[in-house]
């Protein structure tokens, strides 16, 4: 009963990267980039639902240059071992795949018997304030009505929806780096009241007035 936001994982060099999110099987979310060698967060962009007894999957498709490097972690660096199989898979043509749990590999210097994927879910437990401001940016007719949404930290909201009320009508529009942006031709030319309400996954709803 949570909100699934962010991941992380280790990156061994220069890497190309795909990023799936999967709720019950179901695809919730595709996020593309690229990472320097590090450790990385990764901000969804949005926050997904996660009730009790769901089933979420975080699946990369890294591509590199050469050989590619896949972050782990093994019992004999551990000082308690806590993951089972069935927890993290490795594939090579994105089709079948292979649990790590027993996944054996042997090097000069190393023997591999069993480990688990570095791989991070970081969740919101509420739903997070948010603050709705209100702009015309051109008092012509068409006219250019801004809404910004910020959330309780005073952060630009890049996900979720505006609706716009005005003249009696709804209009959606798709919120994008804290902006959702709507021009409107009025037909009433005297006083117009225009409501902006927003909503996304994750988010309280809240709402401005204004008057044209």
């Not at 994982?9 to 799936?20: C, N």
């Not at 942006?181 to 709402?207: D, E, M, P, R, V």
Request: proline share 2%; hydrophobic share 35%.
């Amino acid at each position: 009963d949570e909100y699934l936001a962010g991941v992380s994982t280790y990156f061994q060099k220069e890497t190309s990267w795909d990023l799936l999110i999967y709720v019950n099987d179901v695809l919730k979310l595709t996020k593309s980039g690229k990472s320097s060698p590090s450790y990385s967060t990764i901000d969804l962009g949005e926050f997904i639902s996660l009730k009790k007894g769901d089933t979420f999957e975080i699946v990369f498709k890294i591509t590199v240059e050469g050989d590619a490097g896949v972050p782990i972690s093994e019992p004999i660096s551990l000082n308690q071992e806590t993951f089972t199989e069935g927890i993290s898979f490795i594939s090579y043509d994105g089709k079948n795949w292979v649990d790590f749990y027993d996944l054996e590999g042997t090097y000069p210097d190393h023997i591999y018997y069993s480990q688990v994927a570095c791989i991070k879910a970081f969740t919101v437990f509420d739903e997070v304030n948010t603050t709705v401001s209100l702009d015309i940016l051109d008092s012509a007719n068409p006219a250019e009505i801004t809404a910004t949404v910020k959330n309780g930290y005073g952060y630009l909201v890049d996900a979720g929806t505006v609706t716009f009320n005005l003249e009696g009508k709804n209009v959606k529009v798709n919120v994008e780096n804290g902006v959702a942006k709507l021009n409107y031709f009025f037909k009433n030319l005297n006083s117009n009241q225009i409501k902006a309400t927003f909503n996304a996954n994750g988010y309280a709803s809240s709402s401005a007035v204004t008057v044209f």
